[in-house]
């Protein structure tokens, strides 16, 4: 192979850091990929870092010492988290999702593998420095955010099932009240998913009560495992008190009026201000 | 903002294009984005695609008319995709995942987003000519493979529930037969989720007897939509006759034994020789 120009190689390099997020990998690997010395990579590296910077489109961190190199974080800029957020308000508050009860539908916009990637970067900006070794929702329609959230974080997924599965070996189960049906559900964790010591990042796309998250932490106590932080896409209004008490929602909804046909939302203060730690 | 080198450009374009498989960007949102003429930007994209086609990490390809522009393809070379199903077969070959009645745990692995995301890149490649409208899966394990799939498509992707559910609005359902338990099944659609004529992939974890996606392609009759085809991760070699005629399985499981504490499987033939189309 002719040697690469720089452009060539910044093309490369981009798509190696940037398909796997906060994935550190040396500067000798880059140099042996492309033939080139190790200053001739550092020099890549601090370009593609700058012009990255310029777009608000993440940045590369260089990690110094024996296992060292160069790792992507994904770090969406403030507008470009508002700009989504405000557009996800919009297109959640169209009263055609307003289901009977006053349920609202949002099955589609969550498993739209370019909105669940955003609200899954945004999550890990948010709780990247609580340092999880693992993502955890319970089935189903919060997998897509924790699937994205684990892939910005570099980190796996674990997924609390609603019945014990004949395909997860022997689980731990536990019941728990739903805040907002109150009913007692049922939760499973496989005993072989997760290790004693471990700190988990909780994500799911909807918080009423917080009953699930509460049943999600409680399961996990049963483990061993810590609590890095709860993060939901979606946060009611009502009731006020959840049953957990710190969490990140990055949309607040405010009413769902099914005679009215009105949904309103808004995005979080935290959102708006730009306030992201 | 001071203009930008090429080099710059071309790790902003990467960033930008790899972000969203499949979709077409055109040469003037380049050209705005960084202040220089549309022959500069083909310049750019000739470059890239030639640095991309060298480590065999996928192509740019040019779109001509009036919704003309460049996209990303994914498209993971024949050693890259023989590799990593050889490394996943390896590791799906540990006894400790031996399950009692000879079920293969295989969650951790399929949650691992990095995993997710390489095995819907190589679902993406082998059925991009199909051109589905959206991919469906069936909750709960193929849906992280399903929804990168979905990414790299650059498609929505649609949920079968297992049961119906309140936030899912109307749903049609119906019962199947599972071939490998020979219990009967239920699943779910929501009446929102699809449209008539529009054309589905179907991706899933496993497939033992099939009954599964027979019952999906039997749920998408009644809503009028086609079948794309049908991609499943692993298939059991027995039984040899599936409820599905088309498929392709990634991975052939041939053997759990679980007196003997050992698990045979191997890379799809059409893996291994290279016959992905």
């Not at 002719?2 to 060539?8: D, H, I, L, P």
């Not at 892939?151 to 674990?158: D, E, F, G, T």
């Not at 990055?250 to 995005?267: A, F, T």
Request: with cysteine; glycine share 8%.
């Amino acid at each position: 192979m002719s040697r690469m120009s720089r452009s060539e190689r910044i093309g490369v390099m981009t798509k190696i850091l940037l398909d796997q997020p906060n994935r550190i990998f040396t500067l000798n690997y880059f140099s042996e990929l492309f033939g080139v010395a190790k200053s001739t990579v550092s020099e890549d590296v601090m370009l593609l870092r700058r012009a990255l910077n310029t777009f608000n489109l993440g940045t590369l961190e260089t990690v110094v010492g024996a296992a060292g190199g160069v790792k992507y974080k994904p770090q969406p800029g403030q507008n470009r988290i508002s700009d989504f957020i405000q557009d996800l308000c919009e297109k959640l508050s169209d009263p055609e999702r307003i289901l009977p009860g006053g349920f609202l539908y949002m099955t589609d916009l969550l498993f739209m593998p370019n909105i669940a990637e955003q609200v899954g970067e945004i999550m890990a900006y948010k709780f990247q420095d609580t340092h999880p070794d693992f993502v955890i929702t319970v089935e189903t329609k919060g997998i897509p955010i924790a699937l994205m959230t684990g892939r910005a974080l570099n980190c796996p997924v674990v997924i609390a099932r609603r019945d014990s599965k004949v395909t997860e070996g022997s689980v731990v189960t536990i019941n728990y009240v739903s805040a907002s049906s109150r009913r007692i559900q049922t939760m499973s964790l496989a005993r072989r998913a997760v290790k004693q010591g471990q700190r988990a990042l909780i994500v799911d796309d909807f918080m009423k009560g917080g009953g699930t998250a509460k049943g999600m932490i409680d399961l996990l106590s049963e483990f061993g495992v810590d609590i890095a932080g709860v993060g939901v896409m979606i946060a009611t209004q009502q009731p006020e008190k959840k049953m957990v008490e710190n969490y990140a929602a990055l949309i607040e909804l405010k009413q769902v009026d099914e005679n009215g046909r009105k949904v309103v939302l808004e995005p979080a203060d935290w959102i708006v201000e730009g306030d992201l730690y």
